[in-house]
């Protein structure tokens, strides 16, 4: 067997595992919603955990792209702190 050829499908098999990972991750982090979560701090560990594994994909958000993203799924559950959260970003 060609060592060449095995390391090009494994490359091949994870490259579309991390695309795919990486599809699923930014949907979510991109339509999650506070009330989908018991507690505030339940809500914003999983957008962290979000965060540092879509860094893992190789997408690395800043944290003013965290911070709006988080605004975002605040906005059902905290409608008019949210008009005034996103006024003074």
Request: net charge positive.
């Amino acid at each position: 067997e060609d060592p060449k050829k095995t390391y090009d499908l494994v490359k091949q098999v994870i490259g579309g595992i991390t695309k795919a990972s990486m599809t699923r991750l930014l949907k979510e982090i991109t339509t999650i919603k506070r009330s989908s979560f018991t507690t505030i701090g339940a809500y914003t560990t999983r957008m962290e955990t979000l965060r540092r594994m879509l860094k893992k994909t190789g997408v690395d958000l800043n944290d003013n792209a965290l911070m709006g993203l988080t605004l975002n799924g605040l906005e059902d559950v905290y409608p008019a702190k949210y008009e005034r959260w996103v006024a003074t970003m």
